[in-house]
C-alpha cells in the first residue's frame, strides 16, 4: 500500500486583514487519511495529510474558530482539536476541530 502527502486548502479566503469564513466544514479525504499539519500558505489556509491514493473518499467534518470566539459545537458532538494558526502575525489566531460525531449517552 503506498502513501502519498497531500494538500486540501481549507475553504477559508484571506485578503490582507480581511478574512471569510464558515465555522463548519467538510472535505472529502481518502478513507484512513492523517492530518499532518494546518498552516498558512500564500494567504490561504491548508491541511496536509498523509494518504492512501487509491482510497475511496469519505467526507470528513471540520471546526474552526477563533481565540475568543464560541465553537460551533453542538452539545453532544466529540470534538478532536487539529491544530492552531496564526493570520497576519498572530493578529488573528484560529483554531480547528475535527468533528468525531455525536458522544454516546451515559449509562445509568
Known sequence: M????WKFPLPVRTDGFIMEWNGRFDLDL????TVLSVQLQHDQIALWALVTPDADLEKRSFILAATGKDVPRRDDEAILFIATVQIDGGSLVLHLFESLGAMDAPQS
Open 2 to 5: 503506498r502513501s502519498q502527502i
Open 30 to 33: 481518502p478513507k484512513a487519511s
